[in-house]
Nanobody
């Protein structure tokens, strides 16, 4: 599976961005998908995850209520709608896929995802 993330950019605090992650090579319709981010000098951290069906979503506390993860399995694509962005959201954002279903506790662990996109940079200015 190849993952291509896009949609990053420079935005002012309070603004919005929508990230996309397009999969190719095979269908990810049965894969749990996640978004992670890595800021300067920081470790990669969990942002959001979505089950293969799209009916269950999970968020880091820091983004809950501001970010929304969704997917379109017909288009083999996952999205991350980000609103009310803070400068602290500045990071390189990565999408990731697991080949099947993860246990709930594993959804937030980057080590459990086999496939990764190249990242898209999000910069939020104050």
């Amino acid at each position: 599976v190849q993952l291509q993330a896009s949609g990053g950019g420079l935005v002012q605090a309070g603004g919005s961005l929508r990230l996309s992650c397009a999969a190719s090579g095979r269908s990810v319709s049965r894969s749990d998908m996640g978004w992670f981010r890595q800021g300067p000098g920081k470790e990669r951290e969990f942002v959001a995850a979505i089950r293969s069906s799209g009916t269950s979503t999970y968020y880091a506390d820091s983004v809950k209520g501001r970010f929304t993860i969704s997917r379109d399995n017909a288009k083999n694509t996952v999205f991350l709608q980000m609103s009310n962005l803070y400068p602290g959201d500045t990071a390189n954002y990565y999408c990731a896929a697991h080949g099947g279903r993860l246990v709930l506790s594993a959804l937030s662990g980057p080590q459990h995802y086999e496939y990764w996109g190249q990242g898209t940079q999000v910069t939020v200015s104050s």
